[in-house]
C-alpha cells in the first residue's frame, strides 16, 4: 500500500510564505508525475505545479514566478515553495502522484488547508 502525507499549511497574511511538504511511503517502486492540485470552495481540483515523467515542470499561470516545486527523490518527497501569496490562492492543497507498486496507479494526500488573509 502506498500512502501520499503532506504537511505544511496554514494560515499566513498576503505576501507571506508557505512550504508544503508530500512524502510517499510504502511500497513505492517508482513514481511517475508527482505535485500538487488545489480546490477552492465551490471549484474544480486544478494543477498547481507538477514534475511529470520525463523531468519537465508544469506550472499554473496564476503560480509561475512566486511558486516553486522541487523534489528529493532519495526521500520520494516532492516540495511547494509559495510565495507572494494572494488571498485567490486560498485552497485546499493535495498531493498527487503517479506511482508503480506492483502496478501503475495514481494516490492523492488527504489535503492541507492554506489560507490567506487579505
Known amino acids: 500500500q502506498v500512502q501520499l502525507v503532506e504537511s505544511g499549511g496554514g494560515l499566513v497574511q498576503a505576501g507571506g510564505s508557505l512550504r508544503l511538504s508530500c512524502a510517499a511511503s510504502?511500497?513505492?517502486?517508482?513514481?511517475?508525475?508527482m505535485g500538487w492540485y488545489r480546490q477552492a470552495p465551490g471549484n474544480q481540483r486544478d494543477v498547481v505545479a507538477l514534475?511529470?515523467?520525463?523531468?519537465?515542470?508544469e506550472y499554473a499561470d496564476s503560480v509561475k514566478g512566486r511558486f516553486t516545486i522541487s523534489r528529493d527523490n532519495a526521500k520520494n518527497t516532492v516540495y511547494l515553495e509559495m510565495n507572494s501569496l494572494k488571498p485567490e490562492d486560498t485552497a485546499v492543497y493535495y498531493c498527487?502522484?503517479?506511482?508503480?507498486?506492483?502496478?501503475?496507479?495514481?494516490?492523492w494526500g488527504q489535503g492541507t488547508q492554506v489560507t490567506v488573509s487579505s
Open positions: 510504502g511500497s513505492v517502486f517508482r513514481i511517475g508525475v
Open positions: 514534475f511529470h515523467s520525463g523531468g519537465s515542470i
Open positions: 498527487y502522484a503517479n506511482v508503480y507498486s506492483f502496478t501503475w496507479r495514481a494516490y
